[in-house]
């Protein structure tokens, strides 16, 4: 059983450069109200292997881009596999924890998503448009991504599928669904498609949150925090940009002081779960 107070390690980044965004401001303000509730320390990603013996649970926050720390990162995953390490958000998570080759799985399975391909014989399969755009397979934050010609499409894949093609769609706005477990719990909007960090509240329709938990449903992770980005089309349609499942930065500074306590409060309270369902499994 865990102590009256949980041992968290928290992996956060907090001098991380992040367009828009200050991951250091949002994990001091986190971590400031969990300790309420429980026992932290916090380390850098690149140090969580080393320092994650002890702890009841390991909290993956703002960790910045793997890109940055893959050979930690990955010793880091082997380690907390190997010792049966709880981490949260959950090691399981198929979306962006695992690369961004779901976005090839969901668009084969016909679900709302920017149409993906990372084969040039598979160019014919994506709407024809005069820009595409090209991101890596493992890459985060806009690292790597950039927009070609149509008539340079084709040079982007290469066989060992680390590159994925999409078109270059327009849109009227960035929305963002933000969930604990399977509970939403806020939406955020960039009402200009050319500042995606400037982020406002958006009051979700019964429609948007469908599309949303569509794919929380589809990634089955049961705990931890998710974040589901869309665009809506110029003809009004959400099509799913990500699904941020391993760190994603959640804008808390955008909400009113009260829905900031009341996101405190469900986080707290999964956590608590978390760690209690971890020491009651079965070894």
């Given at each position: 059983m865990?102590?009256?107070r949980p041992?968290?390690?928290y ?9 828009g ?6 994990d ?12 932290l ?26 890109l ?5 990162y ?19 998570g ?14 084969e399975?016909?679900?709302p998503?920017?149409?993906t ?10 709407p ?8 890596p ?18 040079e ?24 604990v ?5 806020y ?25 949303a ?10 705990h ?16 799913l ?36 369902a ?6």
């Amino acid at each position: 059983m865990p102590s009256a107070r949980p041992r968290l390690l928290y992996v956060t980044d907090l001098a991380y450069p992040a367009r828009g965004r200050r991951y250091g401001d949002e994990d001091v303000f986190l971590t400031s109200r969990l300790r309420d509730r429980f026992d932290l320390a916090l380390c850098h990603p690149k140090d969580a292997a080393a320092l994650m013996d002890g702890f009841d649970a390991v909290v993956v926050r703002n960790s910045g881009p793997v890109l940055g720390y893959r050979t930690e990162y990955d010793a880091f995953r082997a380690r907390a596999l190997e010792t049966g390490t709880l981490v949260y958000n959950p090691l399981t998570g198929k979306a962006d924890m695992a690369g961004k080759g779901y976005l090839l799985d969901l668009t084969e399975a016909g679900l709302p998503v920017i149409p993906t391909v990372d084969r040039a014989e598979d160019l014919h399969r994506l709407p024809a448009v005069d820009r595409y755009v090209v991101k890596p397979a493992y890459g985060a934050d806009s690292l790597g991504l950039r927009t070609v010609p149509a008539s340079r499409a084709a040079e982007a894949p290469v066989a060992d599928g680390s590159v994925l093609v999409q078109p270059h769609i327009d849109f009227v706005h960035e929305v963002s669904f933000y969930f604990v477990d399977d509970d939403f719990q806020y939406a955020l909007y960039a009402p200009d498609p050319r500042d995606r960090w400037e982020l406002k509240p958006y009051r979700a329709t019964a429609a948007d949150l469908e599309f949303a938990r569509g794919f929380i449903d589809w990634n089955g992770l049961g705990h931890g925090i998710q974040r589901v980005d869309a665009c809506r089309t110029l003809q009004g349609e959400l099509l799913l940009v990500e699904l941020e499942d391993l760190n994603p930065y959640l804008s808390l500074d955008v909400l009113p002081e009260e829905e900031q306590d009341a996101f405190v409060g469900t986080l707290t309270a999964s956590l608590s779960r978390f760690v209690l369902a971890g020491a009651l499994a079965p070894a």
